[in-house]
């Protein structure tokens, strides 16, 4: 995720109490952070989403690199609970950035074997004994709309801190409510749906709401994100 000065207090500092995130400081002239930032991107991956990565262009958002006292790039720091547990500066070999990133794995605990098991009764043990368990969540909404019960997906995204996943998760709950299944529609469906809400996204909301959640559902990497986000820009404005 690209972080800006505005978004950096939600992104990271806030997130930061749910799940470790590095924060990556460089910009687009600095050959050291072209060659560290795969590293990170890779190491961080590999966590499988125990650790989150952001990435910060100072030249783009200097407030952020103030606040961290920044005199070189890259520069990398680990925040937990909104406090820097960890940094170096520099593009160090692959196995010490590896080394970093897997120092704020934390241990599992009871709750997340309770999600591994993954049935319901688990997740629901899980979040009685983390409530804010981000994963309990995100995978007790999917069995909840899978089986129709949106509504309660719904109540229960809402009760965490929001994430891509829980994003999407609450778009096709949304969609569902109003009688969309996106689960059981094919691609082509989804596509001539958003076609069919362009003319109307303007003037309703509801409309718009949709078109909205169906471009959730799709995915930043959905080549037709891109392209019905344009479209609908250039009926809004």
Do not use: Y
């Not at 590999?46 to 890259?74: C, H, Y």
């Not at 997740?123 to 981000?134: C, I, M, Q, S, Y």
């Amino acid at each position: 995720m690209d972080v800006t000065d505005e978004s950096f207090q939600a992104d990271v500092l806030v997130r930061s109490a749910t799940v470790p995130v590095v924060v990556d400081l460089w910009a687009p002239w600095c050959g050291p952070c072209t060659t560290l930032g795969p590293m990170l991107e890779r190491a961080v991956a590999a966590t499988g989403g125990a650790v989150e990565l952001v990435k910060v262009n100072v030249d783009e958002n200097p407030k952020v690199g103030q606040a961290f006292a920044v005199q070189s790039i890259p520069s990398v720091f680990a925040i937990v609970d909104g406090k820097v547990v960890d940094q170096f500066i520099g593009a160090l070999p692959e196995a010490e950035v590896t080394a970093f990133v897997l120092k704020l794995v934390p241990a599992p605990s009871e709750a997340d074997a309770l999600v591994a098991a993954g049935d319901e009764a688990s997740l629901r043990r899980a979040l009685e004994l983390e409530p804010g368990h981000a994963g309990a969540t995100e995978a007790l909404a999917r069995v909840l709309i899978d089986r129709g019960e949106a509504a309660e997906a719904l109540a229960l995204l809402g009760r965490v801190p929001e994430t891509a996943p829980g994003r999407a998760l609450a778009a096709e709950a949304r969609l569902l409510e109003s009688g969309v299944n996106v689960a059981a529609e094919g691609a082509a469906d989804v596509e001539n749906r958003l076609g069919g809400l362009l003319d109307r996204v303007r003037d309703d909301e509801a409309a718009r709401q949709e078109f909205v959640d169906l471009l959730e559902t799709l995915g930043a990497d959905d080549p037709r994100t891109s392209a019905f986000r344009r479209a609908l820009a250039s009926r809004l404005f």
